[in-house]
């Protein structure tokens, strides 16, 4: 199965250690299709989770879902000169269906604005039915050359929102509304705690006017692209002829927006947790929160113990995602192993000497004080004490990685020689002043292959930035360079 080999140590090579994680955790592998991935159950798990709370935001802030077809009619992509520029090379392409060459050749969608926008079209005809606000769960494809798991693949899964509003103002708000819902998401979520901003004119999403992304710092110190929001202004509205009736009885463009995250996130959350044992999980996210372990040596042991734990496992409830692993075909190290490997949260363990003593064993799979991963729990107070070590592991996850965040983050950088120094010793996000050529961040790249991530929002922008860019040109804004994935 190849599943029980030792991890490779995350210090010694953090792509072979990722793989091994995903690995031990049976989250994904390959197919027998290059570049495409099989997600597991429990890899699944994590991103239904994931699906139904960012689904729940959606909703709350007026979304509605829909689907639409995979594929778009050759012609449709061409239409918007920027967006099929942008993805015509890593488009896969029909020619065929039903044995017989098609008139059009149909593409299947990458992101499905061209085939949205002229249905949505026939939606809008006046002011009253804007904005229009539309999700989609869906699959896409992209013809990538380099492929990893969760990160990068051929397909992959993710929600992709496009709405339409009257005016420009509207358009951006939504836009950065639902940058802060990835934010939140993030944060509370996935104990992932991004960096948001704008990205740079050329690193926009293909069509669009203003790109806003989140960007998180894994364990590497490179950085994720982990969700991207677009104003597309009127862009599309004009390539499918979006209009409506204003009221005063004008016909106007729309001003629409497109947004995602995708099955990336679980590699994010695999990279951002995790150590040499496997997969860490934030409860929030974990499809098993807590698992029990019974121990026994004789048989009226083993009585006694499977006794115990199916009472404990109802005795947390069904508000908890708890596994009661019962079965007599591994022992109970075996059980520990495969379980820190999956990144459960909780293990309760419960043997005679614990029935003797009236209480369990947990033992946690993240602390940040190794000393207080395993405690004793007396048996009357397990059921308070289990969600509040769940909430303190979320906690914990948060803290941890903002920590390592701030650790990594360098402010104030001025010029090009110390910005290399800190890419070659580690990495990290690096603060600088920019001047906006594109020829600088080019260099830059080609040299250390650190990019431009964001132009900071506010929030994460540093007080003052230096009036020099690490050119030496004067500086227009302040940006966060990092290595990135
Ligand atoms: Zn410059």
Redesign the pocket.
Known sequence: MGEDKALTPRDEDFSAWYNGVVQRGQLAGYSPVRGCMVIRPHGYAIWELMQKALDARFKETGHQNAYFPLFVPQSFLQKEAEHVEGFAPETAVVTHGGGKELEEPLVVRPTSEAIIWPIMANWIQSYRDLPLLINQWANVVRWEMRTRLFLRTLEFLWQEGHTAHATDEDAEREALLILDIYRQFMEEWMAMPPVTGMKAEWDKFAGAVRTYACEALMQDNWALQAGTTHNLGQNFARAFDVKYQTEDGEHEYVWSTSWGVSTRLVGGLVMMHSDDLGLVLPPKLAPIQVVIVPIWKSDDEKARVLEAGARLKSALGDGLRVKFDDRDTLNPGAKYYEWEGKGVPVRLEIGPKDLKKRQVMAALRFSEDPKQRKLAIPETEVTGRVPELLNRIQRALLDAALRRREENSYRGVTDYAELKKIVASGGGFIYTG????EE?EAKVKEETKATIRVIPDDDFASETFPDE?????PAQHEVVWARAY
Request: glycine content about 30%.
């Open positions: 920019y001047c906006g050529a600088c860019c690490i050119c030496g040109g």
